[in-house]
Structures are given as structure tokens and as C-alpha cells.
């Protein structure tokens, strides 16, 4: 596959040279087309390792590039980011039909380097952009209403109150909005920012990658602003399209490990979990703490958002993609 990173392969790029000074703060950079060569493919956890074990033949470069990660995320988080790191689930079906699910740790330091500085990478292709005058697509969000927003009186102590924070910091946030002007994205705490490092997941970035490219080698721009605001709307419809069916598959195939390993196998149907809204006239709003699931539950009046509670699995409706959950008393 020509996009791919596979090892000792030949790749076209467009690389970033950033000026990265001792402490990991950064300076000038340069956009540069490029041809690229992959020295190894690494997982989260190998990339983890390296960074933990002094002795490993990778160590300095992690270091090196976790030293960067962290100085770039201080200054958007000075910036105003908010940085919700919502565990994430990875649902998988093998030969014989059996269910099983991970939870995935984001903010371990190798998805933190990772999505740092895919974020460093799309900002400074941004500036990029409007710096050149080139047509891009740009990523811009209202301002975080600050009002019910978590005290900082410190960290969460236990992962219930984690969950209620991760809960209200997602709240105040405002859908992000596609645009051809610049404009700022305080969640993420950079002035402009556009998206360009998924370019065979996402159509959007295949297309600002080729923009890019082509200025760079014939200094003007593949799409005028006209020609590329329609295309990038129709794939944003269907990104968001998509991304509405992966949800659902998930939540069906979660739903039937549940089926499988918590009411007929032998696993436990009682959950703990946190209660995340709860309004007059609705069932309340829950979240588990053994998976990042949400789902509603009928609760006594003296529990309120934020209170941890047990939550017993009585049933499931594969074709309605729901659960039935009963409060446990104690």
C-alpha cells in the first residue's frame, strides 16, 4: 500500500522541521515535501516500554520526543485547552463468534505523544496555510463557557469522580465548525488548525495533503476556495455518517459480550458505576466504571450527579441497542 509506514519502505511526506530547543520548547519551523523511510512499526505499549526502560535502544528518542509532547501540551493547556481523555472501548469478534473488549488507557504517555503531536502537526500546517494565503478547511470552536466547570482544586481522587469530571469539562464543550477562515479552537488552545495526518482514514485530510503538496511544488493551490468548500462539506457529512454507524456497531457488539459473559456466562451482572445527570421526569444518566458505557437508569431521589452507585444488568435488547440496568441498594 503506497500510503502506508511499512519498514524500510520509500514513503512521499510532507515533513515539519520544527527548532526544538533543550528544554523541549519549540521555534521556527519549515514545511518541507519529503521522502520518508520507516525504521520500525511500534505499538502504544512497545513505545510505553521504551519510554520506562533506560536501557532500551529507543529510549532517547521517546524521551526526546515525550519531552516535546509535554512542553507542546503545556502551552495549549496555558492556552486555554481542555484535554478530556475519555478511556476509550475496542470491541472485537473472532472465528467462533465470542465477544471480547478492551479498555484503551488514552492518556498513557504513548497515546499522549502521539495525538500531542499530531495536534503540534495539523496547528502548525494551519499556520502554514494562512501564512501562504493557501485555501484550506479550518477547524475553529466557540469559546468554553467556564461556568460549571469542575473547581481546580485538585486531581480526581477515585475513578468515579474522574468519570464526572471527564463528564462536565466534555459538556462545556461547544461542536466543533468547519470553515474557510482561520479562526481559534480554545479546545484545543491553538490560534488555527486543520486536519491533515489521517489521510487514509479521513477524505478531508487526504485532500489538504494534496493542497499542500501541490504548493509546494508549484506554488499555487491545487483548490480554489470555492472548489474545495463543497467537497470538504459532503465529506464531513459523511465522516459524521460513518462515524454514527461505527457507534452503533460497537454498542451492539458491546451489548452482546454483555449478553454472553454477564447474563449467561459467568461473569458479574452487579456494575459499579457514576451517575452523571439526573433532571425531573427522566430516568438518570450513568456511566460504568469497568467500561466507558453510558447508559440510563432509574435512581432514588437521594442520589445526585457525580455519587457513585451499583447497578445490576437484567436484560438486553440487541435489536434495540439497549440495556436494561436496576439500582442495587448499598
Not at 22 to 46: C, F, I, N, Q
Not at 156 to 171: G, I, M, V, W
Request: include cysteine; proline fraction near 7%; charged fraction near 25%.
Amino acid at each position: 500500500l503506497v500510503g502506508s509506514l511499512d519498514p524500510g519502505q520509500d514513503r512521499l511526506a510532507i515533513s515539519l522541521l520544527i527548532e526544538v530547543g533543550p528544554s523541549g520548547d519549540l521555534g521556527d519551523w519549515e514545511v518541507k515535501s519529503s521522502v520518508v523511510r520507516s525504521r520500525a512499526a511500534l505499538t502504544y505499549p512497545e513505545v510505553d516500554l521504551a519510554l520506562q526502560n533506560e536501557g532500551s535502544d529507543r529510549h532517547d528518542t521517546m524521551k526526546f520526543l515525550n519531552a516535546v509532547a509535554t512542553v507542546w501540551r503545556s502551552k495549549r493547556e496555558e492556552a486555554g485547552a481542555v484535554n478530556v481523555d475519555r478511556p476509550e472501548m475496542s470491541v472485537s469478534l473472532d472465528s467462533k463468534g465470542e465477544v471480547s473488549v478492551r479498555v484503551l488507557d488514552r492518556s498513557s504517555p504513548a497515546r499522549t505523544l502521539v495525538a500531542e503531536l499530531m495536534i503540534l502537526c495539523n496547528s502548525v500546517l494551519a499556520d502554514f496555510t494562512r501564512k501562504e494565503g493557501v485555501p484550506a478547511m479550518y477547524r475553529s470552536q466557540a469559546a468554553v463557557d467556564p461556568a460549571g466547570l469542575p473547581s481546580p482544586e485538585g486531581p480526581p481522587e477515585n475513578e468515579a469522580d474522574k468519570a464526572f469530571h471527564r463528564y462536565l469539562l466534555a459538556k462545556r464543550l461547544r461542536p466543533a465548525e468547519l470553515g474557510t477562515t482561520p479562526a481559534h479552537h480554545p479546545g484545543l488552545g491553538v490560534d488555527a488548525y486543520i486536519q491533515t495526518t489521517s489521510p487514509l482514514r479521513r477524505y478531508l485530510d487526504l485532500i489538504m495533503q494534496r493542497q499542500i503538496t501541490h504548493y509546494l511544488a508549484e506554488a499555487e493551490p491545487y483548490y480554489t476556495i470555492d472548489a474545495l468548500a463543497p467537497i470538504a462539506q459532503r465529506a464531513e457529512e459523511e465522516l459524521r455518517e460513518l462515524a454514527r454507524l461505527e457507534d452503533d456497531r460497537k454498542r451492539y457488539w458491546f451489548l452482546k459480550y454483555l449478553l454472553q459473559n454477564r447474563i449467561e456466562g459467568p461473569g458479574s451482572a452487579t456494575f459499579q458505576a457514576v451517575v452523571l445527570d439526573k433532571l425531573p421526569g427522566r430516568s438518570a444518566l450513568t456511566e460504568l466504571l469497568e467500561f466507558p458505557f453510558r447508559t440510563r437508569a432509574t435512581l432514588p431521589q437521594n442520589l445526585l450527579p457525580g455519587q457513585a452507585v451499583n447497578l445490576k444488568l437484567e436484560g438486553v435488547d440487541l435489536w434495540g441497542r439497549t440495556a436494561q440496568f436496576v439500582h442495587v441498594p448499598g
